[in-house]
């Protein structure tokens, strides 16, 4: 499951560091620009490596793609504006603007490699188990409704504590904050989390169906289909969804993460069904990439069950 993990992250490497060439912060620079292209074109080796090997090789070529991301900027003068990076707050010394992700993908990759040394790799594939502390709680609560509490939520020290092991803690913090509902033990959140998916997908089939009846996209029966395929695909999202609440309850976590990991599968495939179109702009991209956050959450809340 840790490997699926990885893999997943690697993904999402790839679309921050697309980001990140074109934030302005960075695009003025062609040197840092050729370093994020260096950075996404090892993300994609790595993929290639965690399905190509066996576990342990599959892993240790993965880190090495990692470093080597990193180490495409540590040549440039003055690679990060301000000598800071955006995605280290904690070291103004860092050098590539993707040091946190990899030290993340890298923590990843050296827990799995603990694994292997001490067990068995079927073991690993088959029964891989939960710390209690993770145990079921009662009767799940309703979605509670968007009420935002930035500030009690960014001075929780627990909350903080866990958003600080996330991708982007930033973001962790204020995805918590639109639904903070007073409890701040990691299965409440990620229970709360994953409410929030479900409702928000709930309201993407709604605004797919409205998009399909708007002049601005009416008029094109490829982006009316299109969009029939992304109801589609959230109606699938919800099931996976639903599945991952039932799964929690049992705090089967190796299913909650795989159900999660399907469920943003299906909102990528959603924009994916815009490729083709004159622009490839998916009318769906931002709720999409609200969906994916909230999931990549979840996953990292669910890895620190580990």
Same mark, same amino acid.
């Given at each position: 499951?840790?490997?699926k993990?990885?893999?997943?992250?690697?993904?999402?490497?790839?679309?921050?560091?697309?980001?990140?060439?074109?934030?302005?912060k960075?695009?003025?620079?062609?040197?840092?620009?050729?370093?994020?292209?260096?950075?996404?074109r090892?993300?994609?080796?790595?993929?290639?490596?965690?399905?190509?090997?066996?576990?342990?090789?599959?892993?240790?070529?993965a880190k090495?793609?990692?470093?080597?991301?990193?180490?495409?900027?540590?040549?440039?003068?003055?690679?990060?504006?301000?000598?800071?990076?955006?995605?280290?707050?904690?070291?103004?010394?860092?050098?590539?603007?993707?040091?946190?992700?990899?030290?993340k993908?890298?923590? $990843?990759?050296?827990? $799995?490699?603990? $694994?292997?040394?001490?067990?068995?790799?079927?073991?690993?594939?088959?029964?891989?188990?939960?710390?209690?502390?993770?145990?079921?709680t009662?009767?799940?609560?309703p979605?509670?409704?968007?009420?935002?509490?930035?500030? %009690?939520?960014?001075?929780?020290?627990?909350?903080?504590?866990?958003?600080?092991?996330?991708?982007?803690?930033?973001?962790?913090?204020?995805?918590?904050?639109?639904?903070?509902?007073?409890?701040?033990? !990691?299965?409440?959140?990620?229970?709360?989390l994953?409410?929030?998916?479900?409702?928000?997908?709930?309201?993407?089939?709604?605004?797919?169906?409205?998009?399909?009846a708007?002049?601005?996209?009416s008029?094109?029966?490829?982006?009316?289909?299109?969009?029939?395929?992304?109801?589609?695909? /959230?109606?699938?999202? !919800?099931?996976?969804?639903?599945?991952?609440?039932?799964? $929690?309850?049992?705090?089967?976590?190796? %299913?909650?993460?795989?159900?999660?990991?399907?469920?943003?599968?299906? /909102?990528?495939?959603?924009?994916?069904?815009?490729?083709?179109?004159?622009?490839?702009?998916?009318?769906?991209?931002?709720?999409?990439?609200?969906?994916?956050?909230?999931?990549?959450?979840?996953?990292?809340?669910?890895?620190?069950?580990?």
């Amino acid at each position: 499951m840790l490997t699926k993990a990885l893999n997943e992250r690697t993904k999402r490497a790839i679309t921050t560091a697309t980001k990140m060439a074109a934030d302005p912060k960075y695009s003025h620079d062609p040197t840092i620009v050729l370093g994020h292209n260096g950075c996404r074109r090892q993300y994609d080796d790595a993929l290639d490596a965690l399905t190509s090997h066996g576990c342990d090789s599959m892993v240790i070529a993965a880190k090495d793609h990692y470093f080597i991301c990193d180490s495409g900027f540590q040549m440039q003068p003055d690679p990060i504006p301000d000598g800071v990076s955006p995605m280290e707050d904690e070291d103004p010394d860092t050098i590539s603007p993707l040091a946190k992700i990899n030290d993340k993908l890298t923590d $990843i990759g050296d827990t $799995i490699l603990d $694994i292997v040394d001490t067990i068995d790799i079927n073991d690993i594939l088959n029964n891989i188990s939960i710390p209690p502390a993770y145990a079921p709680t009662t009767a799940l609560a309703p979605v509670p409704a968007p009420s935002p509490q930035p500030s %009690t939520v960014a001075s929780n020290p627990q909350i903080r504590s866990y958003c600080h092991k996330t991708f982007e803690p930033d973001l962790c913090l204020t995805s918590i904050a639109q639904f903070f509902n007073g409890e701040t033990d !990691l299965q409440s959140l990620t229970v709360m989390l994953i409410k929030a998916m479900t409702e928000r997908t709930k309201r993407a089939i709604t605004a797919a169906t409205e998009k399909a009846a708007d002049p601005m996209y009416s008029h094109d029966p490829r982006i009316v289909s299109a969009l029939k395929a992304c109801r589609e695909l /959230y109606g699938d999202a !919800l099931k996976a969804l639903k599945q991952a609440m039932d799964n $929690i309850q049992v705090y089967d976590i190796d %299913t909650v993460e795989d159900l999660v990991i399907n469920a943003e599968d299906d /909102y990528d495939k959603c924009d994916s069904g815009f490729a083709m179109q004159p622009d490839g702009v998916s009318p769906m991209a931002d709720i999409n990439e609200e969906l994916q956050n909230f999931g990549g959450i979840v996953l990292d809340f669910a890895d620190m069950t580990y």
